[in-house]
């Protein structure tokens, strides 16, 4: 059974869905491929798990203290789309790839169109991150939440990304 909140963002309201423990939307506001409100459930508790622990993480994403996110996640789609939505995680904060070099990746450089299609569909943004995938130039090309809103994500990352000295000095 679904449940869902909503929280506040500095890309606008997100709506927050869960199943059980497990965080299977997060939607923005006029997002392409949004699902109907019915299907969000009736409305949660934000004390509850696991919204409490997605606003507190996203709360530190968006005040740049996180740069990747450790959440009970139930993504519902065909296998290829998995495929697709897992590899997005393994993009790394401040960086992007385009829509051919993630096919590549998959086993497939002929499926870029195929790996966009998928990529919209991506059911939990931002936590999933769907906005560093851009086009072949670099171009900021199609995104559920509107290009405003991948602007705002890339610019936002690029400017909270660790320096290359904090980060090596990290790993000795």
């Known amino acids: 059974m679904h449940t869902h909140v909503v929280i506040d963002s500095p890309v606008g309201p997100l709506t927050l869905v869960a199943d059980g423990p497990e965080l299977v939307g997060l939607y923005m506001t006029e997002q392409r491929h949004r699902p109907e409100e019915e299907t969000f459930g009736s409305p949660g508790d934000p004390q509850d798990e696991p919204f409490a622990s997605v606003a507190a993480q996203l709360a530190a994403y968006f005040a740049g203290e996180r740069h990747d996110f450790d959440l009970p996640l139930k993504m519902k789609g065909t ?14 904060y401040g960086e992007t790839v385009s829509y051919g070099e993630l096919a ?3 086993g497939n450089p ?22 560093r995938v851009v086009g072949s130039t670099g171009s900021l090309t199609g995104y ?11 610019d936002f990352e690029r400017s909270n990304q660790p320096s290359r000295e904090t980060s090596a000095a990290a790993l000795f």
């Open 104 to 106: 590549a990746e998959l």
């Open 110 to 131: 002929s499926a870029s169109r195929a790996v966009g299609l998928a990529n919209g569909r991506n059911p939990i943004g931002i936590i999933v991150p769907c906005h």
């Open 79 to 92: 296998p290829f789309q998995r495929r697709v939505w897992d590899a997005l995680t393994r993009i790394p």
């Open 144 to 154: 559920g939440g509107g290009i405003e809103r991948k602007r705002f994500l890339l």
